[in-house]
């Protein structure tokens, strides 16, 4: 089976930087998209970002400003979230996730991803 395991959360100044790790095991050719989630308290759950494996193509929710980008190593089955110019509204629990196909559509919705780590608290202070 699929596991996720998040990690690189931390407290941080605004305008400070971090950078997430999320490491995967038990993939297959199926699992052909990964995406990081945050979710602040109070607030849905919303997509930060999606890569596909194989192509490496990358997408990012229009609120994410160009300041996070993502990233991977699958010799090493891992995941990167780097984040720049953090502000306190960027405070919350952020979710690494696996979708497995099929069908094999693009989506950056929490509800259309089937495995999630446990989370990894970023809190920025102004």
């Known amino acids: 089976q699929v596991q996720l395991m998040e990690s690189g959360g931390g407290s941080v100044q605004a305008g400070g930087s971090l950078r997430l790790s999320c490491a995967a095991s038990?993939?297959?050719?199926?699992?052909?998209?990964m995406g990081w989630f945050r979710q602040a308290p109070g607030k849905e759950r919303e997509g930060v970002g999606v890569?596909?494996?194989?192509?490496?193509?990358?997408y990012y929710a229009d609120s994410m400003k160009g300041r996070f980008s993502i990233s991977q190593d699958n010799a090493k089955n891992t995941v990167y979230l780097q984040m720049n110019s953090l502000q306190p509204e960027d405070t919350a629990m952020y979710y690494c996730?696996?979708?497995?196909?099929?069908?094999?559509?693009?989506?950056?919705?929490?509800?259309?991803?089937?495995?999630w780590g446990q989370g990894t608290q970023v809190t920025v202070s102004s």
């Open positions: 038990g993939l297959t050719q199926r699992t052909y998209l």
């Open positions: 996730a696996a979708r497995t196909g099929g069908p094999y559509i693009f989506t950056m919705t929490a509800a259309d991803f089937g495995f």
């Open positions: 890569i596909y494996r194989v192509a490496g193509n990358t």
